[in-house]
């Protein structure tokens, strides 16, 4: 069967039911995917909350990829980051959360030495 033949609407009802990193996942696996990820976002909706996570600067010295670990059920993901003049980590350990408004919220919590 070919999944990126689905209706758009169809996706999008999977989509919403994800949470923020399945949600990133889900919009690489192809263009029809990405389409009703990009979609669902333009149209105000949300990942599905779940608890914080801990954002560690990816794999020793790798600035531009970004391990996420959620601390209920020891889950990780490495997402890579956005592209810019300066890296996007600079040795720091973050805590992110989603909500229902917004997508992620980040703060500085502590500074690894």
């Given at each position: 069967m070919d999944w990126?033949?689905?209706p758009?609407?169809?996706?999008?009802?999977?989509v919403i039911r994800l949470t923020v990193a399945d949600w990133l996942s889900f919009g690489a696996v192809c263009t029809a995917w990405?389409?009703?990820?990009e979609t669902a976002s333009k149209s105000g909706l949300r990942p599905k909350h779940?608890?914080?996570?801990?954002?560690?600067?990816?794999?020793?010295?790798?600035l531009a990829v970004a391990?996420?670990?959620s601390l209920p059920d020891g889950r990780?993901?490495?997402i890579a980051l956005p592209k810019g003049p300066e890296p996007a980590i600079q040795k720091r350990a973050w805590f992110g959360s989603a909500?229902?408004?917004k997508q992620r919220k980040i703060s500085k919590?502590?500074?690894i030495i």
């Open positions: 990126s033949g689905l758009l609407d169809v996706l999008i009802e999977f990405k389409q009703a990820a779940e608890p914080p996570w801990l954002m560690l600067a990816g794999g020793g010295t790798d391990d996420f670990i990780c993901r490495s909500n229902g408004k919590v502590l500074k």
